[in-house]
């Protein structure tokens, strides 16, 4: 695979699409660290990058991301272990008001909310109030793309199936029922490859580095060189220390590697998305 400039796709599919910074970011990040992102000076988010190019109207499942060694534990093994703990530590990362969440006001990628529907279920907050996952369900009716609409609709029905409902929200339960079905008949989408999970998306950072250093036969030494001491740096491809944005981008250019932290296939191309 290789590393894409990610900052450059969303400038161009941003300026294609005609679609300002303002309106691009708003509720994600701040125009200042936009812009730089665009220059490919700085890196965002896995979770901020996707929110980002849902908004341009791309899918994320083209791209692996390059996340530090915690946010890959927290978000990937979180969830796949059913660790309420866990998974509350990696909702907060990006929804630091995670009991007081508006969801008018948010910008949650679809993951996000997959996440959040899982630890409110887990810890009964969707038993409780039938208003919590009616909110979802309009949320997700209004801002996700139609194959993570249905699989989030197909979550959020089982879950109205176990409260006690009256007669507006079996109005609301037949509502959305219908908006799935149309959606499965539409693309012909089978409920077993729909079913619930967080996209494993991602590789550790580390990892793709040590892969790379290997690739060219650099030891250790010769990597980090100039960059940070031998120790600091067998820490970090260990998984056991991070290393700051401008060591990383050091590392990357000591690699041959465009700086980024999205991979894509090979024979992948900008144009195929404009």
């Known amino acids: 695979?290789?590393?894409?400039?990610?900052?450059?796709?969303?400038?161009?599919?941003?300026?294609?699409?005609?679609?300002?910074?303002?309106?691009?970011?708003?509720?994600?990040?701040?125009?200042?660290?936009?812009?730089?992102?665009?220059?490919?000076?700085?890196?965002?988010?896995?979770?901020?990058?996707?929110r980002l190019l849902k908004r341009l109207g791309l899918s994320s499942s083209n791209f692996l991301f390059l996340i530090s060694q915690k946010d890959h534990e927290l978000f990937i093994l979180g969830y796949l272990t059913n660790d309420l703990n866990m998974i509350q530590q990696a909702l907060l990362i990006t929804l630091p008001k995670?009991?007081?969440?508006?969801?008018?006001?948010?910008?949650?990628?679809?993951?996000e909310m997959k996440m959040l529907l899982y630890y409110w279920k887990k810890e009964g907050r969707l038993l409780q109030n039938t208003n919590v996952i009616k909110n979802c369900m309009e949320y997700t009716d209004l801002y996700y793309a139609d194959e993570e609409k249905a699989k989030l609709f197909s979550y959020e029905l089982d879950i109205m199936k176990q409260i006690m409902m009256d007669e507006k929200d079996q109005l609301l339960y037949r509502y959305f029922s219908m908006k799935r079905d149309a959606l499965f008949h539409q693309y012909h989408f089978h409920h077993d490859?729909?079913?619930?999970?967080?996209?494993?998306?991602?590789m550790p950072l580390h990892t793709y580095l040590y892969n790379k250093r290997i690739e060219k036969n650099m030891t250790q030494e010769e990597i980090s060189e100039n960059i940070c001491s031998v120790v600091t740096y067998s820490r970090f491809e260990s998984g056991k220390q991070e290393m700051n944005s401008n060591s990383i981008k050091q590392l990357f250019h000591k690699l041959n590697l465009e700086y980024g932290y999205v991979l894509c296939d090979d024979h992948w191309q900008i144009d195929d998305v404009l």
């Open 193 to 202: 490859a729909l079913s619930f999970e967080i996209a494993n998306n991602s």
């Open 1 to 50: 695979m290789k590393t894409i400039d990610i900052g450059a796709l969303c400038y161009r599919v941003r300026k294609r699409r005609d679609i300002s910074q303002e309106k691009l970011i708003y509720g994600i990040c701040k125009q200042s660290a936009y812009s730089k992102f665009e220059k490919n000076e700085i890196a965002l988010s896995k979770d901020m990058t996707e």
């Open 98 to 111: 995670l009991n007081h969440i508006y969801l008018p006001e948010m910008a949650l990628s679809a993951d």
